[in-house]
């Protein structure tokens, strides 16, 4: 991947999510999407009395648009969508997500939202929460009343089976633009979301998420992680993005738009 800024993949995305719109005002159904496996538990943040994180998503649809902000959605039947909760006592407890959770798009069809009520965690006797996302999870958009084009019983089991199962190689492992997505994904939730970072914060967040220098980076997901992180961190500095957090979505969001490209340019080549 080239050392390159990349944000008219998004800026793409994110018009094709507007773009259209049933006669009438009622939208059709948006794509089913598939989550990015975690590789260890992501935490929770709780602010407002919700307590949430941002997870890395791709289009299992290709001829439906994707979802606006918002968009809520549900685990597919059999995904391994997982809250991990630890107690007071310092003990955990895996808990499938689905039903504790409320999932929503949070930009296209390239990172949502999870998030659980802060009343509902400590009901569970939890002081901290995290997710994990195990492979092959996928996400069916929540049915709408009058909707012009809603997804089938065929539609789902297509894109939640065969279809998922066909991405897993390409976003549930390794590889240079998977590992940097998964990667920048944790920098964003581990960066404020309600303001600017104070500048050490900025400039540490590197090393108290990955705990490497970016210099030091040895794979290549990795260097192309931290030459995203670095010219994020100098843009913020500059003024030119309101937040490092911008940025990074923005970075991340290219990354997963062309990963998604490149596994329809496959399963096309294979057909």
């Not at 996400?139 to 939640?160: K, M």
């Amino acid at each position: 991947m080239q050392n390159r800024f990349r944000w008219p993949f998004a800026a793409l995305a994110f018009a094709a999510a507007t773009a259209w719109m049933a006669p009438g005002g009622a939208a059709a159904a948006p794509q089913i999407l598939g989550m990015v496996a975690t590789a260890e538990p992501m935490p929770l943040v709780c602010a407002g009395g919700t307590c949430s994180a941002e997870f890395s998503t791709f289009c299992l649809q290709d001829k439906r648009v994707p979802p606006r902000p918002g968009t809520a959605y549900t685990v597919a039947r059999g995904g391994g969508l997982t809250l991990v909760v630890t107690g007071t006592d310092g003990s955990e407890r895996r808990l499938p997500a689905a039903g504790l959770v409320r999932v929503t798009s949070a930009r296209a069809y390239m990172a949502v939202t999870v998030s659980v009520a802060e009343p509902d965690l400590k009901a569970l006797g939890a002081t901290r929460a995290s997710i994990t996302v195990g492979r092959r999870v996928s996400l069916v958009p929540v049915p709408v009343p009058g909707d012009p084009w809603p997804l089938t019983g065929h539609d789902v089991a297509s894109a939640t089976g065969p279809l998922r199962a066909a991405a897993a190689g390409l976003f549930d492992r390794g590889g240079e633009l998977p590992v940097a997505a998964r990667i920048t994904n944790r920098l964003i939730n581990a960066a404020r979301s309600d303001g600017p970072l104070a500048p050490h914060r900025r400039d540490g967040l590197w090393r108290r998420v990955v705990g490497a220098d970016p210099a030091d980076a040895a794979d290549p997901g990795t260097r192309s992680a931290a030459r995203i992180f670095t010219l994020c961190r100098g843009l913020a500095a500059e003024g030119a993005y309101s937040t490092l957090r911008r940025c990074l979505e923005m970075q991340h969001d290219a990354l997963m738009v062309e990963t998604n490209g490149r596994y329809w340019q496959t399963l096309g080549a294979g057909s």
